[in-house]
T-cell receptor, first 110, second 113 residues
Framework: GQNIDQPTEMTATEGAIVQINCTYQ??????LFWYQQHAGEAPTFLSY????GLEEKGRFSSFLSRSKGYSYLLLKELQMKDSASYLC???????????FGTGTKLQVIP | DTGVSQDPRHKITKRGQNVTFRCDPI?????LYWYRQTLGQGPEFLTY????????KSRLLSDRFSAERPKGSFSTLEIQRTEQGDSAMYLC???????????FGPGTRLTVL
């Protein structure tokens, strides 16, 4: 099976930078995803990492270290609309199944 | 709207009844997933289709759950003899074969009384 750990809640200030960490244990790693989910809405895709390193997309960046089983999502220039849950998810083996963590609820305060 | 659609959006049923949900993926997406999500948890994988073939199914899925994608387009998820523990949001997602991004539908919220 797969184990995915991420903090339950975080609070950050508007305009600041926040880093949301995710650690995982799995065999046959085949990609890590980050999704954003606003309350009462469906998840929306943010990023996909399969190789080590940093992927940048606008205000959002995602980093992966496969040897450490570690990823983080970096959100810059935080806006109030960034208040949401951020879900880390892993795909492993030769399978299409994606296993999600429980999510990190981010609250952005003025 | 050319996104993933699900029907119904809400379903209230009594314990023991059967329910069926429908998912219409984005038209050019041949990969389709079903997930279940409860409050405070991430989506839990249920099953995966590539075209009309059901290639993966969660071991957590009891035999009361069945899913089909008969023509490789829309999909249905049926739950027989519903239990209160089946109350959850049922999410459908699709993606094309050449891309890893899954597009989620709005979900069907099931309440079993």
């Amino acid at each position: 099976g797969q184990n995915i750990d991420q903090p339950t809640e975080m609070t950050a200030t508007e305009g600041a930078i926040v880093q949301i960490n995710c650690t995982y244990q799995t065999s046959g790693f085949n990609g890590l995803f980050w999704y954003q989910q606003h309350a009462g809405e469906a998840p929306t895709f943010l990023s996909y990492n399969v190789l080590d390193g940093l992927e940048e997309k606008g205000r959002f960046s995602s980093f992966l270290s496969r040897s450490k089983g570690y990823s983080y999502l970096l959100l810059k220039e935080l806006q109030m609309k960034d208040s949401a849950s951020y879900l880390c998810a892993v795909r492993a083996g030769g399978y299409q199944k994606v296993t999600f963590g429980t999510g990190t609820k981010l609250q952005v305060i003025p | 709207d050319t996104g993933v659609s699900q029907d119904p959006r809400h379903k209230i049923t009594k314990r023991g009844q059967n329910v069926t949900f429908r998912c219409d993926p984005i038209s050019e997406h041949n990969r389709l997933y079903w997930y279940r999500q409860t409050l405070g948890q991430g989506p839990e994988f249920l099953t995966y289709f590539q075209n009309e073939a059901q290639l993966e199914k969660s071991r957590l899925l009891s035999d009361r759950f069945s899913a089909e994608r008969p023509k490789g387009s829309f999909s249905t998820l049926e739950i027989q003899r519903t239990e209160q523990g089946d109350s959850a949001m049922y999410l459908c997602a699709s993606r094309p074969g050449h891309d890893n991004e899954q597009f989620f539908g709005p979900g069907t919220r099931l309440t079993v009384l």
